[in-house]
């Protein structure tokens, strides 16, 4: 069982930078790939990065390619995305997940088997 708990949303102005943590319980949480995804009001939940379980690969949005960076250090059990040049189309509750295990860097949210309970980001213009 993995627990998962996000931090660091807030509210910033548009082109400024946040750091989101996800704090993993567990010794288990290195053998996991990471994800983050996030929802905006009256949309569906969205990929936004991912990373392997041995941090070798990574894979973003589109959308965010350039401007999100994630991170992990397993010493900590945390999982980082560092957002800078941040929009207002960025605002969502933004949510970490673990899976599959020793997997691959992955967009697929059916792949991701625990989850975090979701942190608020807002960006005004």
């Known amino acids: 069982q993995v627990q998962l708990v996000e931090s660091g949303g807030g509210l910033v102005q548009a082109g400024g930078s946040l750091r989101l943590s996800c704090a993993g319980s567990?010794?288990?949480?290195?053998?996991?790939?990471m994800g983050w995804f996030r929802q905006a009001p009256g949309k569906e939940r969205e990929f936004v990065a991912a990373i392997s379980w041995n941090s070798r690969t990574t894979v973003y949005a589109d959308s965010v390619k350039g401007r999100f960076t994630i991170s992990r250090d397993n010493a900590k059990n945390t999982v980082y995305l560092q957002m800078n040049s941040l929009k207002p189309e960025d605002t969502a509750v933004y949510y970490c997940?673990?899976?599959?295990?020793?997997?691959?860097?992955?967009?697929?949210?059916?792949?991701?088997?625990?989850w975090g309970q979701g942190t608020q980001v807002t960006v005004s213009s």
């Open positions: 567990g010794r288990i949480f290195i053998s996991y790939a």
């Open positions: 997940a673990a899976g599959p295990k020793f997997g691959p860097a992955t967009r697929n949210d059916h792949d991701y088997n625990y």
